[in-house]
Nanobody, 124 residues
Framework: QLQLVESGGGLVQTGGSLRLSCAASGSTLDAYAIGWFRQAPGKEREGVACMSGGNTNYTNYRDAVKGRFTISRDNAKNTVYLQMNSLKHEDTAIYYC????????????????WGQGTQVTGSS
């Protein structure tokens, strides 16, 4: 069964950068769409970015992170990344990666596999 583990979170000054990793085991990631989600205290979980699977690698981002965040994957390492630049205080949240057969709004967009999350804190 597919298992996901996030890493790379931490405390960073606003304007700084972090790269989150989502490492998979139990199955290969290349067939899956991988989404990054976040949940801030007192707020609902929201989608941040998604990359389609099956070697199509289409990407989409929520408006608030467009131009600052980049999702990518390295199938040889069975890992997906989220590069976060120009971090803002409002990016503070627990970030989760998850796997499905389609990105939100597309066929197969049921995210059945989730990591445990990694905390990102942007300090002003």
């Amino acid at each position: 069964q597919l298992q996901l583990v996030e890493s790379g979170g931490g405390l960073v000054q606003t304007g700084g950068s972090l790269r989150l990793s989502c490492a998979a085991s139990g199955s290969t990631l290349d067939a899956y769409a991988i989404g990054w989600f976040r949940q801030a205290p007192g707020k609902e979980r929201e989608g941040v970015a998604c990359m389609s699977g099956g070697n199509t690698n289409y990407t989409n981002y929520r408006d608030a992170v467009k131009g600052r965040f980049t999702i990518s994957r390295d199938n040889a390492k069975n890992t997906v990344y989220l590069q976060m630049n120009s971090l803002k205080h409002e990016d503070t949240a627990i970030y989760y990666c998850a796997a499905a057969y389609g990105c939100p709004g597309y066929p197969g967009d049921v995210f059945d596999y989730w990591g445990q999350g990694t905390q990102v804190t942007g300090s002003s």
